[in-house]
């Protein structure tokens, strides 16, 4: 037998973002624009709480849905803020990243050939997941329906191997919500079609405009909806590791015998400090929220000061213009504006070819690094046109 790496593995590439970013070495001086991370340390209170468990010897497995006490406050969560029920002890499992929740759900609800639609652009972390396990991804294009995604065009994409729908709002990369009516909209296309729906809502606490609705509150698609979540970018926790999965028991129960074998439990200081967060620190995003708008409203104003057409967001913390009237690739005006313009931006089509002709830009930078990027951006720009 020859020695030979997964051919499945094998076809996938590292991300878009990750190759793009891994140029900046060489532009020690640019103006970085591309993290996807908030800029604002993990509040004190949390960071303690993760200290004072490690000082009382806390660094046990836990059960491998996660400690009970924090699965009953990342329910109590999402009632209080929303209004959905899930049952704690059977419906909630703490992962370590929002990353491994999708990991251990799609490791369990596909099979060989299932398709997953997911609406494009998007998060380039979710095709890798999906095909390791087998599964295909059916891209439902919103590049010309100011990135929502338009119900009718949807139900032309189920067919009978659709296993499951994907949705990220606010999304990244584009920032865009999806307001109650339009999920309204798409939930009546979903209802009539036997498949999983699968939400992740991470950026759900960075919203700017109506509050943020949950695809996991119809009640005709409970028993076939998981939310996906975490503490990455509403606390400013991307390096703690810890997410959540909630869903139905009859399917959850699944779920958690691949997370127990992939991962036992979650990282356990890394739990207590999110109970910390979930219990006393649910409003902390609001405050964050406060500088994020500034920061979008400012970036928006130059960018449509420059004459570049931007649909304005109302969430996470990116914003996603459109380059093609300058007639090259994202790839390559991501590339001339670092090298000739000093700002690194990530070029669309790192999110699907459903991206090309679009540029991330994210600002989750102080308003000192937003201006001097603006500034650097807009005679970049000059010199195109
Ligand atoms: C849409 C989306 N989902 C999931 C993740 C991964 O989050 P985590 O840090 O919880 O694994 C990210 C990270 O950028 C993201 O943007």
Redesign the pocket.
């Known amino acids: 037998m020859s020695i030979s790496i997964n051919s499945r593995i094998k076809s996938i590439e590292i991300s878009g973002i990750r190759q793009f970013s891994n140029q900046l070495i060489d532009f020690p001086e640019a103006i970085n624009l591309t993290i ?2 908030p800029d604002f340390p993990t509040p004190e209170a949390v960071k303690l709480a993760a200290i004072e468990a490690i000082r009382n010897d806390q660094t046990s497995y836990t059960h491998n849905a996660g400690l009970l006490e924090l699965r009953a406050e990342i329910a109590s969560f999402f009632q209080d803020k929303y209004g959905l029920n899930y049952d704690h002890k059977t419906e909630v499992i703490v992962t370590n ?4 929740g ?1 990991d251990s759900l799609f490791r369990a609800i596909l099979e060989e050939g299932d398709e997953v639609i997911l609406p494009a652009p998007a ?1 380039p ?1 979710y095709q890798p997941i999906i095909e390791l396990c087998g599964g295909k991804v059916i891209y439902l294009d919103t590049s010309d329906t100011g990135f929502q995604p338009d119900p009718q065009r949807l139900e032309g994409l189920i067919t009978d191997r659709t296993k499951a729908v994907l949705m ?1 709002f606010p999304s ?1 990369p584009t920032g865009i919500t999806m307001e109650s009516e339009q999920l309204e909209k798409v939930a009546a296309v979903l209802e009539k079609h036997e498949l999983f729906i699968v939400t ?1 809502e ?2 759900s606490e960075n919203s700017y405009g109506e509050k943020h609705s949950t695809f996991a509150r119809f009640e005709s698609l409970r028993n076939r909806t998981f939310l996906v979540h ?1 503490l ?2 509403s606390h400013s926790m ?1 390096g703690w ?3 959540f999965v909630l869903g139905p028991e009859m399917y959850m129960k699944h779920v958690l015998k691949v997370h127990q074998y992939n991962a036992i439990c979650a990282a356990v200081p890394s739990q207590f400090a999110a109970l910390e967060a979930m219990k006393n620190q649910r409003y902390l995003p609001a405050e964050m929220n406060k500088e994020y708008l500034q920061r979008r409203d400012f970036v928006y104003g130059r960018l449509t000061g420059m004459g570049i057409d931007v649909i304005l967001p109302n969430g996470a913390f990116y914003i996603f213009p459109s380059i093609e009237k300058f007639g090259i690739s994202s790839f390559e005006f991501a590339t001339r504006l670092l090298k000739e313009g000093g700002v690194a931006a990530v070029p669309g089509s790192a999110f699907t070819i459903y991206g090309e002709g679009f540029v991330r830009i994210s600002y989750a930078y102080s308003m000192a690094v937003l201006e001097e990027g603006m500034d650097r951006l807009e005679k970049f720009i000059d010199t195109l046109n």
């Open positions: 996807g991370q990243g929002a990353s491994e999708l998060y972390g990220n990244n992740d991470i950026y975490g990455s970018k991307t590791r810890i997410g």
